[in-house]
């Protein structure tokens, strides 16, 4: 079958997206490249924590364009403008009775509710799943928490920065001291971000077969310790507790990272079987190097590596770390230099694959902006739409979706129910 | 048994990890799974450590026990003419084919997207390679570490006046799969809605890209990150983050002051409120950290949370089994062996009403050939070159 002009993977599909932060706003994102209709719900007095404050004081830790918080901060915070693209916005406060009557009028036209919130919250706004699925029996309700919908601690807080811990991650992460460490990046995040994405996509193959919705219960934690399996298994059979080991690895040797030119520039390299390692000694154009039998085969470079290592940085201290990379991999070594967030911006292979998008987000001007871990041949991304403004939608949405009046979103906004400037 | 996936059937022709986490993830929801492997070698996978103690050496890997369950194996290479033709047979009866060669290699074996695709149009062909299948790094070679340091992740991970570091374990191999899997189930959906299956390209340097949260935005922005220390302090018996120096509520604060039988602080100035908290977060460390080092972690952590307060503890992989919350949540399950032992394993990836997460032991190499290649398709060992073992 050929097709003329592809359709968007997910149109016709609306997504109401009560997420925030960032596990549940990195997953619609995605939805909406890959051309969801995302409708993104806030209140004026609980906005996403994304878009920071509405008065962001001289010592405020959020990161706007140049440090200028402008006009509206709460709409060009880094953090909204990037994960909150792609959506629209509609702002309800889902406290009063008005405001969850208008929620469960949108549940009806929509097949999808996302929310990440702690695990009680949607029960105590009289929103839980049975009550918006006897509003629309075909909803998929994706309740993205941090420890599952069920057991002793599920209404228990998280961060992206504790699930690495109490999901096992940190105790593997860490320098060879022992003392683990944390990514900054709130690693599992993005993770429980993409896996959404197909735990959602699992969900609309089931409701095409059923006719009926249904809840998808994620535990962030769950999601995190899947990422330790190996050690899990090992544990359970031989009792060994896996433990930091900086940048070594169980089988690979060499392997790490080593300085280059430049402040803070590092190659990455990791060598897994001998004619890797041959490649190496190449590449370092050294030969007697292939014949050191302190390093003839993979024990004994595992057991000298700290000799090897300072063999190879008294090579790779002279190379840019670029260089470095393409140096080695024409001797069929793996490596990589290890970007900063601004190197990888402008990294070659990226651009020629397309994978930033340029934005012009009118708060902020045109940036880069992640887009998606995948590409499909016959289902491209769409064109990217800037995040929006707290409330942009608001009109467009109580009117074509909801059918309200002038009149009636005349009152709502007079009883600040919806609107577009945050209550301090 | 109806689940989520099962009228779907998967050849896999990965090897390492990313491309078999994907596979392993779709069987768990009921695909029917055909793993296919290198003759006598099998997948690189089973020699990797860390290893069982077991009679046979193929069967020892945790990391191959953990991301193979519930496949079929049958033993083919793609560049042996009539191996290629017996994969191209089964690709044409799958739904999706899982590969993990460096770009253009199947295609050098016949077995390249459009070879297959061309008589069946609706296949979904998933390619999980370091790089992507296009871009002047496709042919590179790359691993966890590579991916983490192309995708600009480790970068901000470690110590400032140490080297960046990796984020533990094959974390970046398992977000590569599960990319893919989200990929797949996506390219699965638009093939039952809209007729058509298609070429999905994972790279696992975008996978990385993508997961390095806000380096990027940050950057562009002009507040560029930069390696920092944790605030991680010691427990009794490892470490926790009390998550107190920030978003703790007023009311709260003065429970935690009662907690850690400190009441004069609830008028020491320099921690009266959130802003002063965050200001001094440093002294307000060293406070929590006198108490904390007498308490064990476990309990600090039942403790803080049930002030609604935001706090970790360290889980080591014994923490992780001993947790009531996955004991009551039954998240890890039991997968019994016939040729290795019984093991724990993490089970489903999230909960779908009544379906439920199916997990058997990892295959034997090439243990279902007879099955599959003969009963199956109707070759002979011998015709295929393939010693019965």
Redesign the interface.
Same mark, same amino acid.
């Given at each position: 079958?050929s097709?003329s002009s592809p359709?968007p993977?997910?149109e016709g599909l609306r997504i109401l997206d009560l997420s925030q932060v960032?596990a549940g706003p990195?997953a619609t994102m995605?939805l909406g490249f890959?051309g969801a209709e995302v409708i993104k719900i806030e209140s004026l007095s609980r906005m996403d924590i994304n878009r920071g404050k509405a008065r962001p004081?001289p010592?405020d830790l959020r990161?706007?364009?140049?440090?200028d918080p402008g006009e509206r901060p709460w709409n060009r915070t880094?953090?909204h403008?990037?994960r909150n693209i792609n959506k629209q916005s509609l702002t309800i406060d889902l406290a009063t009775d008005q405001g969850r009557e208008l929620l469960l009028d949108l549940v009806k036209v929509c097949d999808v509710l996302v929310e990440n919130y702690r695990g009680s919250v949607m029960d105590r706004l009289g929103l839980g799943y049975d009550v918006v699925s006897s509003q629309n029996p075909q909803l998929i309700y994706l309740k993205i928490s941090s420890?599952?919908?069920?057991?002793?601690?599920a209404n228990?807080?998280?961060?992206?920065?504790?699930?690495?811990?109490?999901?096992?991650?940190?105790?593997?992460?860490?320098?060879e001291d022992g003392l683990? /460490?944390?990514?900054? &990046?709130?690693?599992p995040?993005?993770?429980v971000g993409? *896996? @959404?994405?197909?735990?959602l996509? !699992?969900? /609309?193959?089931?409701r &095409?077969k059923t006719g009926k919705g249904?809840?998808?219960? *994620? @535990?962030q934690?769950?999601?995190t !310790?899947? /990422?330790?399996?190996?050690?899990?298994?090992?544990?359970?059979?031989?009792g060994?507790?896996?433990v930091?080991?900086?940048?070594l690895?169980?089988?690979?040797s060499p392997?790490?990272?080593y300085?280059c030119l430049g402040e803070d520039m590092?190659?990455?390299i990791?060598v897994?079987t001998e004619d890797?390692w041959r490649g190496l000694c190449m590449a370092l154009g050294d030969l007697e190097l292939a014949s050191d039998n302190r390093f003839c085969d993979n024990e004994s470079r595992h057991a000298n590596q700290n000799e090897l290592d300072a063999i190879i940085a008294l090579w790779t201290i002279e190379q840019d770390h670029y260089e470095a990379?393409h140096r080695l991999?024409s001797h069929?070594?793996?490596?990589?230099?290890?970007?900063?967030?601004?190197?990888?911006?402008t990294?070659?292979?990226?651009e020629?694959?397309g994978?930033w998008d340029v934005v012009d987000h009118p708060e902020?001007g045109p940036?880069?902006q992640?887009?998606?871990?995948?590409?499909?041949?016959?289902?491209p991304r769409g064109i990217p739409r800037p995040a929006p403004g707290l409330g942009e939608h608001n009109h467009q949405l109580l009117t074509e979706l909801l059918g309200l009046s002038e009149h009636e979103i005349a009152d709502l906004i007079t009883n600040g129910i919806t609107g577009e400037i945050p209550k301090e | 048994m109806d689940n989520l996936l099962s009228d779907i059937n998967v050849l896999d022709l990965s090897q390492g990890v990313s491309g078999p986490f994907c596979a392993k993830l779709l069987a768990g929801w009921g695909a029917d799974v055909i793993k296919v492997e290198p003759p006598y070698t099998g997948d690189p996978c089973r020699s990797s450590k860390p290893f069982f103690q077991t009679i046979d050496h193929s069967q020892a890997s945790a990391l191959f026990s953990y991301i193979n369950t519930s496949k079929k194996s049958v033993t083919l290479d793609p560049f042996v003419p009539s191996h290629a033709q017996a994969i191209m047979k089964l690709a044409q009866n799958c739904d999706v084919l899982i590969e993990s060669f460096p770009p253009g290699y199947l295609t050098a074996c016949g077995l390249g997207y459009s070879d297959i695709a061309d008589s069946c149009h609706d296949l979904v062909y998933v390619s999980v390679t370091p790089f992507g299948q296009t871009g002047p790094y496709s042919a590179y070679k790359g691993s966890d570490l590579i991916a983490q340091a192309a995708g600009a992740l480790m970068y901000t991970i470690g110590l400032p006046d140490r080297p960046p570091l990796k984020v533990g374990g094959e974390a970046a191999l398992y977000t590569t799969g599960i990319s893919a899997f989200s990929a797949t189930t996506m390219a699965i959906y638009v093939k039952d809605t809209q007729g058509f299956g298609q070429h999905v390209d994972i790279s696992a340097m975008e996978v990385m890209a993508v997961s390095q949260l806000y380096s990027s935005i940050y950057a562009q922005f002009g507040r560029p990150l930069a390696r920092r220390g944790s605030n991680l302090v010691r427990a009794k018996d490892g470490w926790v983050s009390p998550g107190l120096e920030t978003g703790v509520q007023e009311s709260t604060w003065l429970k935690v002051c009662e907690l850690i039988e400190k009441p004069e602080l609830v008028n020491d100035s320099r921690f009266i409120t959130q802003e002063s908290r965050r200001a001094n977060q440093d002294a307000l460390l060293v406070v929590i950290s006198d108490w904390a080092v007498r308490k064990p972690k476990e309990e600090i952590y039942h403790t803080l949370q049930s002030l609604r307060t935001i706090t970790g503890y360290v889980a080591t992989v014994e923490d992780l089994l001993m947790s009531q919350q996955f004991v009551d949540r039954e998240f890890f399950k039991l997968v019994g062996g016939e040729s290795l032992p019984n093991t724990i394993q993490p089970g489903a990836p999230y909960r779908i009403a009544d379906n439920s997460w199916e997990i058997s032991q990892a295959p034997r190499l090439g243990e279902h050939n007879e099955e599959i290649l003969c009963q199956g398709l109707g070759y002979s060992m011998t015709e295929l070159g393939l010693e019965v073992s």
């Open positions: 079958m097709i359709k993977a997910l960032a990195y995605f890959m004081g010592d990161v706007y364009p140049n440090g880094a953090h403008v990037h420890q599952g919908a069920t057991g002793p601690e228990y807080g998280s961060l992206g920065s504790t699930l690495e811990q109490t999901g096992g991650l940190a105790s593997i992460t860490g320098y683990p /460490l944390l990514t900054n &990046l709130v690693y995040d993005p993770v993409i *896996l @959404s994405f197909g735990a996509m !699992t969900a /609309l193959r089931s &095409l249904c809840l998808v219960d *994620l @535990s934690r769950e999601v !310790t899947m /990422l330790l399996g190996e050690s899990i298994l090992d544990f359970s059979v031989t060994r507790i896996a930091t080991m900086e940048n690895h169980r089988d690979m392997h790490g990272v300085p590092w190659v990455a990791a897994g890797e990379m991999q069929g070594v793996p490596s990589a230099p290890v970007l900063n967030g601004n190197e990888v911006i990294d070659p292979h990226l020629s694959r994978f902020t940036y880069k992640v887009t998606t871990p995948w590409l499909l041949s016959k289902s | -």
